[in-house]
């Protein structure tokens, strides 16, 4: 458990001193996954190797990871399962409700706005915006989010708080769209068009290119040392692991 005393002088330090890569954000989502299964099935402390070998992760690298940020865990103890859970949601900035706007109602951002994961994230869509007039005007979501035109984006990030842009345009659209939201003071960007955008000074895009992975995985099919199949690892049950490793250390 991070000591109390230390907390707020020990994360602001560390934040303010290390840069932090997104591989190790990105990390931290996965750590904050896990620790979300470990408190549904009851369970109260956990090691980093015992958390390792559940979820299929590195026990240093976790180690590493959250040395960034602080002192955590107890010494033949292991992680506060609950405590760790707070702190990495406010690393992560998901102890604050983010609101998302979703630019292009075609079937993609459809089914995102329909999505309703983004919610255990603290993440909610309130807002898609198109060019199609057929679109505008139109409600998705069961009726709760509406389809703007996109010539008001400007209007409706202000009014609607939003601060989290998706974007699911076409390639050609997609800079375009980028421009628009950041001159409106968006600085978070998740993009699903397959374009390399170029973004100002002190914006974070995100890129999903499902193409790309594809052909990744292609790659990876065409090679003939992959043409043998090994059986995965059997995993145990969060309360197992957890029972196996005892005692627990940090």
Not at 48 to 64: G, H
Not at 99 to 119: D, K, S
Not at 199 to 215: F, N
Request: charged residues 20%.
């Amino acid at each position: 458990m991070l000591a109390h005393s230390k907390e707020g002088a020990i994360l602001t330090a560390f934040m303010k001193s290390e840069k932090i890569s997104e591989l190790t954000t990105s990390r931290l989502s996965v750590y904050l996954r896990c620790l979300n299964a470990l408190h549904t099935a009851g369970i109260k402390t956990i090691s980093s190797q015992a958390l390792a070998e559940q979820f299929n992760l590195n026990s240093a690298q976790i180690r590493k990871d959250l040395g960034y940020f602080g002192e955590f865990g107890v010494r033949g103890v292991g992680y506060y399962v609950d405590d760790l859970r707070d702190h990495i949601t406010k690393i992560l900035g998901l102890d604050s409700p983010h609101r998302v706007g979703i630019v292009g109602a075609g079937r993609l951002g459809t089914a995102l706005a329909n999505y309703n994961g983004f919610g255990r994230s603290n993440f909610t869509v309130v807002a898609l915006f198109d060019i199609d007039r057929q679109k505008i005007g139109q409600r998705i979501g069961d009726g709760k989010i509406a389809v703007h035109d996109v010539d008001e984006i400007a209007n409706v990030i202000r009014d609607q708080a939003i601060d989290v842009i998706v974007i699911a345009v076409p390639a050609k659209a997609a800079q375009r769209v980028l421009n628009q939201v950041t001159s409106a003071g968006i600085k978070a960007v998740l993009n699903f068009a397959p374009a390399s955008l170029t973004s100002r000074r002190g914006v974070k895009v995100k890129t999903v290119d499902l193409t790309t992975s594809l052909e990744s995985l292609s790659y990876f099919l065409s090679q003939p040392s992959n043409s043998t199949v090994t059986q995965p690892r059997r995993r145990t049950s969060s309360k197992q692991a957890w029972m196996s490793k005892q005692p627990n250390k940090i």
